[in-house]
């Protein structure tokens, strides 16, 4: 899909793709860790279906996005807003799935252009109270968590050892890089375009190095830089109970504290299946639409 350099206020630079009717109400797209700005295609003809603008970029340190070394995940919400003010938009939905799902929520709590929010497979806060944020991980995240924990250093040395095999990442071998993190209807989902698309994000992720992946970890296992009970637009919440990547407790937890959650928490679905079918696109999408009438 189309990307453009579009330059931020402060001087940064992210790799930015808008697609679909130029008069088109954004639904802004946040990507998971790793990841870019490459949407799936399946979703980005759903969006335009419904008279949507698609809009994606690569976080800071991704791809050509600038690093922004020691951002917080509320940051997203300041270049969100330039990014809506480049495009004139006055209103926007906005998702999040995995990674994602954090700066969903910050734009759920402060930006004011937001009037609906979707986050699907989405981390909870690491000090999260009544949270065991590790529990229920599959090794590679455990590993991953692990090095963030210790800091920087720690967290660089591990991701430079991941970068390789997930620059070179065949679709077919998607599954083996990550199969302590793939329950079975994840692996099924996993085949022809969806895992082509899969490979391109984390080829374009780690094309640069590993900043924007190590600069997400660190903001996760941080304060957010906002509070849960700020939110005050509607946002739908949606989790697999068989996730091993973001455990079916973190999709509980948000559950539990964002104030008025629209909560669809699914039994027998990981973290690539839920809400992945056309059905469920399809029904999130116009209730996303519905919110802007």
Aim: charged share 25%; net charge negative; proline share 6%.
């Amino acid at each position: 899909m189309p990307m453009t350099p579009f330059r931020l206020p402060d001087g940064r630079s992210i790799d930015l793709s808008v697609s679909g009717p130029e008069d088109g109400v954004p639904f802004v797209m946040h990507h998971g860790t790793p990841g870019s700005y490459h949407p799936p295609s399946d979703l980005e003809r759903a969006v335009h279906g419904r008279g949507l603008r698609m809009v994606t970029w690569s976080r800071p340190g991704y791809g050509d996005s600038t690093r922004q070394p020691g951002r917080t995940v509320v940051d997203v919400v300041a270049d969100t807003r330039a990014v809506l003010a480049g495009l004139g938009a006055e209103r926007c939905v906005v998702g999040g799935r995995s990674g994602g799902g954090p700066h969903a929520l910050a734009c759920a709590a402060r930006l004011e252009q937001a009037v609906a929010v979707l986050v699907v497979a989405g981390i909870a806060p690491y000090e999260a109270e009544g949270l065991d944020f590790l529990a229920g991980m599959g090794q590679d995240n455990l590993d991953e968590f692990g090095a963030t924990l210790e800091g920087e250093e720690s967290l660089r040395r591990y991701l430079d050892g991941q970068r390789e095999g997930l620059a070179t990442v065949t679709p077919d071998g998607i599954v083996a890089e990550m199969s302590s993190l793939l329950p079975d209807v994840d692996r099924a989902v996993l085949t022809d375009r969806f895992a082509e698309e899969v490979a391109a994000s984390f080829h374009e992720s780690v094309r640069t190095g590993v900043d924007g992946w190590l600069d997400d970890d660190l903001a996760f296992a941080a304060p957010w830089g906002f509070d849960l009970a700020e939110i005050r637009v509607p946002v739908s919440i949606w989790q697999g109970s068989l996730d091993l990547m973001v455990p079916f407790a973190h999709g509980r937890w948000l559950a539990e504290h964002v104030p008025g959650a629209d909560v669809h928490l699914v039994d027998g679905q990981g973290h690539l299946s839920v809400a992945h079918s056309d059905e469920d696109t399809a029904a999130i999408l116009d209730r996303l639409k519905a919110a802007l009438a």
